[in-house]
């Protein structure tokens, strides 16, 4: 069964710090891996795209990182803002017309 | 280039009535997909439409259904609504070339 797993859940961290999301999933075939950042009632936005011979991708203060061959994904945010609290998903592709496999999410709240 | 538009953003309906959603796609895209997200729930798929035809389609009952017009923007439709129904529906319109999904704000909507 296809399916993306995300953890942790939630996570509380003190403004100025890094944290490491994860992301293992059970999809096959296998064409992308997404990262989206959603705000409390808003629509996600993508982060970061990354197809299976990408190991690392950033942008800006996020950098997600792909291991295809034990199928888990990190998201790490470095000097976290207030602005960066909000809800992160993971993605999967299997390609082609077939539909994308959407994480949980982890909520993470950063405090000053 | 205007992003994803939905309209309404915000209604409210008793149970038992039906509601119309909309989405204006970014120019350009062809795909749109639509997804309902629930209170502490990650986002589940309900349909996706490229030029005017069903290319996928998620496990929701047969009283949420959708159709594109010919200018991409597309319309779902949710009949006899239940209190379950209360959920935020976003929308997704779909680079072609690479596959990035581009969300609008959504439609927050309450089942009374």
């Known amino acids: 069964k296809n399916q993306v797993e995300q953890s942790p859940q939630s996570l509380i961290i003190l403004e100025g710090k890094n944290c490491t999301l994860q992301?293992?999933?059970?999809?096959?075939?296998?064409?992308?891996l997404r990262w989206y950042k959603q705000d409390t009632g808003r629509g996600p936005v993508s982060l970061t795209i990354?197809?299976?011979?990408?190991n690392t991708k950033s942008n800006g203060r996020y950098t997600a990182t792909l291991d295809a061959d034990t199928k888990q994904s990190s998201l790490h945010i470095t000097a976290s803002q207030l602005s960066d609290s909000a809800s992160y998903i993971c993605?999967?592709?299997?390609?082609?017309?077939?539909?994308?496999?959407f994480g949980a999410g982890t909520r993470l709240a950063v405090h000053p | 280039k205007a992003g994803v538009t939905q309209t309404p953003r915000y209604l409210i309906k008793t149970r038992g009535q039906q509601v119309t959603l909309s989405c204006s796609p970014i120019?350009?895209?062809?795909?749109v997909s639509w997804y309902q997200q629930t209170p502490g729930q990650g986002l589940q798929f309900l349909f996706e439409?490229?030029?005017?035809?069903?290319?996928n389609k998620g496990n929701f009952p047969g009283r949420f259904s959708g159709r594109q017009f010919s200018n991409s923007r597309s319309e779902m439709n949710v009949s006899t609504l239940e209190l379950g129904d209360s959920a935020l529906y976003l929308c997704?319109?779909?680079?072609?070339?690479?596959?990035?999904?581009?969300f609008g704000e959504g439609s927050r909507l309450t089942v009374l």
């Open positions: 990354m197809t299976f011979s990408e």
């Open positions: 439409y490229f030029s005017e035809t069903q290319r």
């Open positions: 120019s350009g895209h062809r795909s």
């Open positions: 992301c293992n999933y059970t999809v096959s075939p296998f064409s992308n």
């Open positions: 993605v999967v592709s299997p390609g082609g017309y077939n539909k994308l496999i």
């Open positions: 997704a319109s779909e680079e072609e070339n690479t596959g990035e999904l581009f």
